[in-house]
Every structure is written in structure tokens, then in C-alpha cells.
């Protein structure tokens, strides 16, 4: 068989044999799919050999780069040892190394570290870990069972985390599988609920969350919060002093403060953890992501001493913490994510991102100027570029349009991989871009809207 029939072979069983995620696969099976064979930097190659920067970091995760020769290592290295032990009941050198460095680098007090292998399973633990703490600190009283979470929230796809989630588009049609949350109104300032403007308003809408806050804390057991930027809902920035603000009120009231930091976390804000931009040390902490440099799935769900202590009791009592899945810990990915982290300190990543964040934000300054772009939204390196129909009125366009993936197409055939939400354009370029690819992933972004919206 040679390259173009096994290139043809391949395209037809894609289509022929997967189910892709979130993906209408009656538009999917009508395009020729792009399958992507390699990876090196910061660059994609396709099985034609056409190149492309990886503008999403692939689905968000890469961190250093593809093909990092360190990470590639340290699996190869775990591979000579042992590729999968449990943690259930055994231990295994990476999952002790990377808990000892985790609690090192994670905002002050957050010592304890529970594993899971994706996102949404380390925020079901968290949720799970919330409740069961208030349940046992309170011997069997049970009064706190209630979550308050955000309207446009995105914190997974399983059911309890679809519980907690506000974008209706995706979380709608479960309501009847799902439990109760108590939703607050998230910030948005593009399209802020109660017509205010950023810094005028003085974060009236922080007095909003205290309304809720302060007519449920009783019932209440956790609020849960993607720091700094709702990533899915189309990277919504909330204004300065909102996270301490929520801090303040869930101490205020004796709520845990669960902090998802999946996408935010390992460096994509230009600090580690989001949570440090405004000195906030969540109850509850959940990384994933990132966390292998993109490498293998890995999640977990850090606790302060006081919550685990809460789980301490006579087998009898019943106080365990009774959950865990088969991959929990996995010492190939455990492998990967010490090395990720490694690099954060022998790469300099985030001093040397700070350069790079600033070129991203004038860059970006004259997509303003495009007819169609109603709001651009930085916080480090990630970006949401969102496209109106009418910049006056803010006025969306029909999403029949599909216009946020004709933009991508367009990006696609200049050589860049971007993927939207929505009508919103996101930007989410691997921590150590250059300045050129930089510049690269700019220009066609821009040129891709434009030719889009503007023919
Ligand atoms: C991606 C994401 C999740 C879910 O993680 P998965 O690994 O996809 O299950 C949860 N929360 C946030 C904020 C995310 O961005």
C-alpha cells in the first residue's frame, strides 16, 4: 500500500469507526477529516505531511511543547520500571514524588493530594469530598448538602460535574439526570447582567453572589469557581478583585471554596495557579490538563490538612473517603507530570512567557478595529475573540451561520489549528511560543476572521 492509499484508508475509517466528542457528526462525515500524525514544538503535522502551530495547545493541554525531549524521557524511564501499580492500599515512587511537589508549588496549606485521571472526576471528588467533610463535621446533622456554582460555568462532563455547570447549550437536555445546584450569576462584563461597566460598576456584581451566598450558606456545603476565566463559556475574564472577593465571602459564611483550576492551572494565566494572581488559597484545589504537560491524562484534587483530617476515624465510623478509579495515579503519567513540572523552573517557562504575553496583547489590539469582533478577552495566554453580527447592539450571529467554524476552517488552511466555542475565537498557544510563531498565529487568526466575516 503506498502513502496516498493508506492516507485514503485512514480518512475513510475515521469516518467509518469513530465517534467523536462533541462533534455533529453529520457535518463531521461531510468534510474530509484532518488527522493529525505528529507533533514537535509547538508545530502539527498532518498525515500528508502539511505543517500547522498548534493554536489550542491541543485541546488545551500542552504546556512545554510536543515532543519534549525531558517528558519523553522520564516515561521511557518509567516504562523500564513499571508502567501501571494501584494506589489503592500501595504506593508507588512518581505519585509520592509529584504529591511532595504539588503541595510545594499550590497555594500555601494545600497538603494533601488526591488522584483521579481526568477533570471532571477530580471535581466529582472535590464535590464529593465537600460534602462528606460537612457531613461528618457536623455528626450527622447534614444540614450544608447544597453546591452554589455560576451560571456559564464548565467544570466537565460527567453528571456531577454537568451538575455544577451553567452553559445551557451543552448542560440542558441532562437537567432531568442531574442534581440541584444553587447557580450565581458569573460575571461577564461584555455582557454584564446588570448593565454596568468595568471599573465604574465596583464590582456590584460581588454583592449579587453575597445575596445568594448569604440566603443559602446554611444548606450549603461548597461554591465552586473556574479562577480568573470560565474557559468553555468563551473565556470570560472576571474584572479584578472578583476571586478575592469570593474568597472573602465564602470565609465569610463557612462555605469551602473549591477552586477548578483544569484549565486555568500550570501556567496559562502567566502564574502557575490563577488563584495566586489575587493571593487566594482555595479549601479545595483541582488541577488536570496541563498538569503532564499534556503528555497522559492525570487530574487531581488537592485538600487543606483540615479537610483530611475530617476523614480520620475508627474503620467502623465509616469516615473513609470511599472513591477511587482503576488509573488513579498512574506512574507513566505521574512520570510525566514531575518532568512537566521540572521544566517550569529549568525553562524559566513563566518569566519568560511574561515578554510574550505582552506581544499577544498588542497583537490583539487591532482586531478591534475589525468589523465583527465585538470582544477581546486576554488574561496570559489565553484569549477569546468574540464575533457579533452588530457591534452595536452586541448582537450575535445566527448560529445556523456557523460562522466561529468557517473561521477555523479558514485559520486551518493557513496553517493553523485553532478550534472555537461557539462564536468565539480562542487562542490558547503553547506556554513557550516563540515570538515568531507568535506573530504567525496572530496575522492568520486575524486574516481568518476577516476574510470570513468581512466577505
Ligand atoms: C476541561 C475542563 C474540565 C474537565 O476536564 P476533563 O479532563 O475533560 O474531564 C473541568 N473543568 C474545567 C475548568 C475544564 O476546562
Not at 500501595?90 to 514524588?97: F, R, W
Amino acid at each position: 500500500m503506498d502513502m496516498d492509499q493508506r492516507n485514503r484508508q485512514m480518512e475513510a475509517d475515521d469516518l467509518g469507526f469513530i465517534w467523536h466528542p462533541f462533534t455533529q457528526m453529520k457535518d463531521y462525515m461531510k468534510e474530509k477529516p484532518l488527522i493529525i500524525e505528529k507533533g514537535n514544538g509547538v508545530y502539527l503535522w498532518d498525515i500528508y505531511g502539511n505543517k500547522y502551530i498548534d493554536g489550542i495547545s491541543s485541546l488545551w493541554v500542552t504546556t512545554h511543547g510536543h515532543g519534549r525531549r525531558e517528558i519523553d524521557e522520564a516515561i521511557i524511564e518509567q516504562i523500564g520500571k513499571i508502567s501501571h501499580s494501584t494506589l489503592l492500599g500501595l504506593s508507588h515512587p512518581s505519585a509520592i514524588v509529584l504529591a511532595r511537589n504539588l503541595a510545594n508549588v499550590a497555594p500555601e496549606g494545600l497538603s494533601k493530594v488526591f488522584y483521579s485521571d481526568n477533570g471532571s472526576c477530580a471535581v466529582e471528588i472535590g464535590l464529593k469530598m465537600a460534602f462528606q467533610y460537612w457531613l461528618q463535621s457536623s455528626k450527622g446533622k447534614n444540614s450544608k448538602k447544597k453546591i452554589i456554582s455560576f451560571t456559564n460555568a464548565y467544570h466537565g462532563d460527567t453528571l456531577g460535574a454537568v451538575s455544577v455547570g451553567g452553559i445551557d447549550l451543552f448542560h440542558e437536555i441532562y437537567s432531568p439526570l442531574l442534581f440541584e445546584s444553587i447557580k450565581a450569576p458569573s460575571p461577564y462584563c461584555y455582557r454584564c447582567h446588570l448593565g454596568k461597566t468595568y471599573p465604574a460598576c465596583r464590582l456590584e456584581c460581588l454583592g449579587r453572589l453575597e445575596e445568594v451566598v448569604s440566603e443559602h450558606h446554611e444548606q450549603t456545603a461548597a461554591l465552586i469557581i473556574e479562577p480568573l476565566v470560565q474557559g468553555a463559556a468563551g473565556m470570560l475574564v472576571s474584572p479584578p478583585g472578583y476571586l478575592k472577593g469570593v474568597r472573602a465571602l465564602c470565609s465569610k459564611y463557612g462555605i469551602l471554596m473549591i477552586a477548578d483550576e483544569v484549565a486555568v492551572g500550570f501556567g496559562r494565566t502567566g502564574r502557575l495557579f490563577a488563584c495566586e494572581h489575587e493571593q487566594v488559597i482555595p479549601d479545595i484545589l483541582i488541577l488536570g490538563k496541563g498538569i503532564t504537560g499534556g503528555y497522559l491524562p492525570l487530574a487531581v484534587t488537592m485538600a487543606t490538612e483540615e479537610i483530611f483530617n475530617g476523614f480520620l476515624g475508627e474503620f467502623d465510623e465509616l469516615k473513609t473517603f470511599y472513591h477511587g478509579h482503576t488509573y488513579t495515579g498512574n506512574p507513566l503519567a505521574c512520570a510525566a507530570a514531575i518532568a512537566s513540572l521540572d521544566l517550569f523552573r529549568n525553562d524559566r517557562t513563566l518569566e519568560r512567557m511574561m515578554e510574550n504575553i505582552e506581544r499577544l496583547r498588542q497583537g490583539l489590539r487591532r482586531f478591534r478595529d475589525l468589523k465583527h469582533v465585538g470582544d477581546v478577552r486576554q488574561m496570559g495566554f489565553m484569549v477569546g475573540i468574540e464575533l457579533v453580527s452588530d457591534k452595536d447592539t452586541k448582537t450575535p450571529f445566527p448560529a445556523g451561520e456557523k460562522t466561529g467554524i468557517k473561521v477555523i476552517l479558514e485559520a486551518r488552511k493557513r496553517g493553523l489549528i485553532l478550534r472555537p466555542l461557539g462564536d468565539v475565537i480562542v487562542l490558547m498557544p503553547i506556554l513557550n511560543t516563540d515570538a515568531g510563531a507568535l506573530d504567525a498565529l496572530i496575522r492568520i487568526t486575524y486574516e481568518a476572521i476577516q476574510t470570513v466575516t468581512e466577505a
